[in-house]
């Protein structure tokens, strides 16, 4: 998912599985790509993840960690 209200490109991912590996996110810049320090167990918190995400980087920044 991509933020375009901004000038610098932003996007976060999430992909995996449910199976086997399990869930994962990354958020990346022009500059960067960096990825939540917590798996992800479930779709209600991908889907919560990425809703965030869209409120914007205040509110989705301050809820998930990121290295």
Known sequence: MEDKNGDEYKALHVSGSLGDDGLASGFVTENDHILMIKSIKTV????EILLDFLKGENIWGNKYEYK
């Open 44 to 47: 209600d918190q991908m889907t």
